[in-house]
């Protein structure tokens, strides 16, 4: 628990056999369960994950999307009474030991959400690779455009925390499935008024691929951005 609060970490994971052992070991002790989500993995994922007591499992017959695997860990989430639902990439690309500090932030000063936020650190920023830099900066402007929220810089960031409180208000089967899941979400927080911050977060990049090609998503990155952009305004005439 972390400061009275059962929290759960949700792993989405999509052909990460050389990354997710080292991912699961390293989660934080204080952390009462960890729920794998292998998206339809092609690879040994499955196998290489550690049979420890906190960890579960999920299977998704074939790959429905990112999005899609972390609404079947928040589902799990809320349907277990976890009061706090984090978010972990299966690649260790986060941090393990800087979920206690964004986490303890988010409970004492009532978020609903928090992301992470890795151009607010210098040296996080200088090891980003050049192409994610550039696709993170264009959709962080056109995200602020679409769902309002003027305090978010890195939205395309994965390691988050959310009360499954905020979730509950939320038709998790409307939510996008692939890529653009985050950009979805904070959207429809955005229509609920939920609380919404960053926190300053490092990154690893070891080898790590990113499953994005800027070329391949900016058209349906475009769309769906406008899409929120027009549920918002819809709903708060």
Same mark, same amino acid.
């Given at each position: 628990?972390?400061?009275?609060?059962?929290?759960?970490?949700?792993?989405?994971?999509?052909?990460?056999?050389?990354?997710?052992?080292?991912?699961?070991?390293?989660?934080?002790?204080?952390?009462?369960?960890?729920?794998?989500?292998?998206?339809?993995?092609?690879?040994?994922?499955?196998?290489?994950?550690?049979?420890?007591?906190?960890?579960?499992?999920?299977?998704?017959?074939?790959? *429905?999307?990112?999005?899609?695997?972390?609404?079947?860990?928040?589902?799990?989430?809320?349907?277990?009474?976890?009061?706090?639902?984090?978010?972990?990439?299966?690649?260790?690309?986060?941090?393990?030991?800087?979920?206690?500090?964004?986490?303890?932030?988010?409970?004492?000063?009532?978020?609903?959400?928090?992301?992470?936020?890795?151009?607010?650190?210098?040296?996080?920023?200088?090891?980003?690779?050049?192409?994610?830099?550039?696709?993170?900066?264009?959709?962080?402007?056109?995200?602020?455009?679409?769902?309002?929220?003027?305090?978010?810089?890195?939205?395309?960031?994965?390691?988050?925390?959310?009360?499954?409180?905020?979730?509950?208000?939320?038709?998790?089967? *409307?939510?996008?499935?692939?890529?653009?899941?985050?950009?979805?979400?904070?959207?429809?927080?955005?229509?609920?008024?939920?609380?919404?911050?960053?926190?300053?977060?490092?990154?690893?990049?070891?080898?790590?691929?990113?499953?994005?090609?800027?070329?391949?998503?900016?058209?349906?990155?475009?769309?769906?951005?406008?899409?929120?952009?027009?549920?918002?305004?819809?709903?708060?005439?």
């Amino acid at each position: 628990m972390l400061l009275g609060k059962k929290i759960l970490v949700v792993i989405p994971a999509y052909n990460e056999e050389k990354w997710i052992e080292k991912t699961v070991l390293t989660v934080p002790v204080f952390v009462d369960s960890i729920i794998i989500v292998d998206d339809g993995s092609v690879d040994n994922t499955i196998n290489s994950i550690p049979k420890i007591d906190r960890v579960n499992i999920i299977k998704h017959p074939y790959n *429905q999307g990112v999005g899609a695997a972390i609404i079947s860990g928040y589902r799990f989430g809320i349907n277990n009474g976890f009061d706090l639902i984090a978010i972990m990439a299966g690649d260790f690309q986060m941090t393990p030991e800087e979920l206690e500090p964004m986490g303890k932030f988010m409970i004492e000063n009532g978020v609903d959400y928090i992301k992470g936020n890795r151009f607010a650190k210098k040296d996080t920023f200088a090891k980003m690779p050049f192409l994610r830099f550039a696709g993170s900066y264009f959709l962080s402007i056109l995200t602020e455009k679409a769902t309002g929220l003027k305090n978010i810089r890195d939205p395309q960031s994965g390691y988050t925390i959310i009360t499954t409180e905020i979730l509950k208000k939320i038709d998790l089967n *409307q939510i996008f499935p692939r890529y653009g899941y985050p950009n979805d979400l904070l959207g429809k927080l955005s229509i609920i008024n939920a609380k919404v911050v960053e926190f300053p977060i490092s990154a690893n990049y070891n080898g790590q691929n990113s499953g994005i090609e800027p070329l391949k998503v900016i058209i349906p990155y475009s769309y769906l951005l406008y899409r929120i952009y027009k549920e918002r305004k819809s709903k708060i005439k």
